[in-house]
């Protein structure tokens, strides 16, 4: 089994494929609605740093960080399943 990283889309842009699922992900968790095509409005423009600027004042930010990522997830892993 080979598992291949790519997290700053040297070996393939995946970009567009992972958008929606992580924009609609922070909707259902925040009820805040991101644009998916221009995050250089926040400063580190990273999915990470984006939740974390999002929720850096909320009392719940690591009980919804950790929702958005598993909503992501599922998303995701939806996406998969139906390719």
């Known amino acids: ?4 990283f790519d997290i700053d889309g040297t070996l393939c842009d995946s970009t567009d494929a992972e958008i929606e699922p992580f924009v609609q992900a922070v909707f259902e968790v925040t009820g805040t609605r991101i644009a998916g ?6 400063k580190n423009p990273t999915s990470s740093g984006i939740v974390g600027e999002l929720l850096k004042d909320d009392p719940e930010a690591e009980f919804k960080s950790l929702a958005i990522e598993r909503r992501f997830v599922d ?5 998969e399943d139906n390719a």
């Open 37 to 42: 095509d221009d995050w250089t409005r926040f």
């Open 1 to 4: 089994m080979l598992a291949i």
């Open 75 to 79: 998303y995701m892993q939806a996406l």
